[in-house]
């Protein structure tokens, strides 16, 4: 069995010279083919792998964003339906699958864990967005991409921080609870956040913003929580199924903004590449030392560090649709979001192996 997977990252590699060789011949449309068939037979090559197979779905996440780059065209409409709207009802399933997967307890850790809790959200709404403002104010940006920028940095964390944070022997308890509060205060912050740091580069409608949230959001979420409550083990397909459909709607999501934007990320791509990095870095380097200055217990600090470094880009994505940007200020969710899942789960595995010292 080891055999079959080493010989599909051997074709996978065949794939990738291939297409570096005809991509400099011009033949874009073959190149794009076997770059794409790189990627998924490097997803499926390294399941095998112990220290990779966490990496698989991020580099499917890469096949599908090749696809896009390489045959936009496909991604936009269907006919004369715009894929785009598709985007707020597959968020809605992956925000109803997030409630389905929380319960009333989660919220009980702001009783048991005050000084987490706050320490985690005051973090959680002031680096990111004042950390995204400043890179976007540094690179100079197009005002729609620079208001992307700030965006993903005035959005709550997602789900990824929760399983990160389990990864990394952290606090799993507290990442939950902070992942619920500062997504219930979503539809109030990030709004705000994006008024005071974005006005400067778009009108913000600060009504409209927080009217998308709770639809996009919050509605689902309630719903989620609702079906826990009442049908909690009793649909067990739909418990294994749901998770599942949630990656797939993440990855058609990142496909079509990515088309969407082509033309913007091609440009800029390399700059709102690094500045993602950049970000990402910063939030969990200021999120685990403001912990450490707060003395936290070392397995808070990396929760929150986590809780701070990971963002939704997923809401971030709505949002950007439902303002009709999804072509600029919907890039930088689309970039971000990726490169989150590696340094997350790369982060969270170099925790896992070291001791805890408190």
């Known amino acids: 069995m080891k055999n079959a997977y080493r010989i599909i990252l051997l074709l996978a590699l065949l794939c990738l010279g291939a297409s570096i060789l005809l991509f400099n011949q011009a033949h874009y449309t073959a190149a794009g083919l076997l770059a794409t068939a790189f990627f998924i037979g490097l997803a ?39 894929l785009k709207l598709l985007i707020v009802p597959l968020l809605q399933i992956i925000m109803f699958g997030m409630g ?61 921080s929760n399983v990160m944070a389990y990864l990394a022997n952290a606090n799993v308890a507290l990442s939950v609870t902070l992942t619920a509060v500062a997504t219930l205060l979503a539809p109030l912050m ?17 009504w409209a913003m927080l009217f998308s949230i709770v ?55 390399l700059f709102l590449i690094l500045a993602a990095i950049i970000h990402n870095l910063l939030g969990y380097f200021l999120g685990y030392w403001s912990c450490r200055l707060f003395k936290m217990k070392e397995q808070d600090c990396r929760t929150i560090a986590l809780e701070v470094g990971m963002q939704n880009g997923g809401l971030a994505s709505g949002i950007a ?14 970039v971000f979001g990726p490169w989150m899942n590696i340094s997350g789960s790369s982060l969270a595995i170099w925790w896992r192996n070291k001791k805890i010292k408190n």
């Not at 104010?137 to 992307?148: D, M, S, V």
């Not at 990030?190 to 600060?206: C, S, W």
């Open 44 to 82: 499926l090559g390294i399941r095998k792998l112990d220290i990779l197979k966490g990496f698989s779905f991020t580099i499917l996440i890469f096949a599908a964003v090749c696809l896009s780059l390489f045959f936009p065209s496909y991604f936009i409409s269907l006919g004369n339906f715009q």
């Open 100 to 160: 389905t997967s929380m319960s009333v307890k989660d919220f009980y850790g702001v009783i048991k864990m005050p000084k987490g809790v706050f320490v985690g959200v005051v973090c959680q709404f002031s680096i990111m967005p004042l950390v995204g403002f400043s890179l976007a104010t540094l690179f100079r940006f197009p005002p729609e991409i620079a208001a992307g920028v700030v965006l993903i940095g005035a959005s709550p964390s997602g789900l990824a």
């Open 190 to 206: 990030t709004p705000l956040l994006m008024e005071f740091y974005a006005g400067e580069f778009v009108p913000i409608d600060f």
């Open 215 to 269: 639809k996009i959001v919050i509605v689902p979420i309630v719903l989620g929580l609702l079906f826990n409550y009442f049908f909690h083990g009793k649909v067990k397909w739909l418990d294994l199924i749901l998770p599942k459909i949630s990656m797939a709607a993440i990855v058609l999501i990142i496909t079509i903004i990515t088309a969407a934007g082509r033309d913007n990320l091609l440009s800029i791509g």
């Open 321 to 334: 649709l439902e303002m009709g940007k999804v072509a600029t200020v919907g890039l930088a969710p689309a």
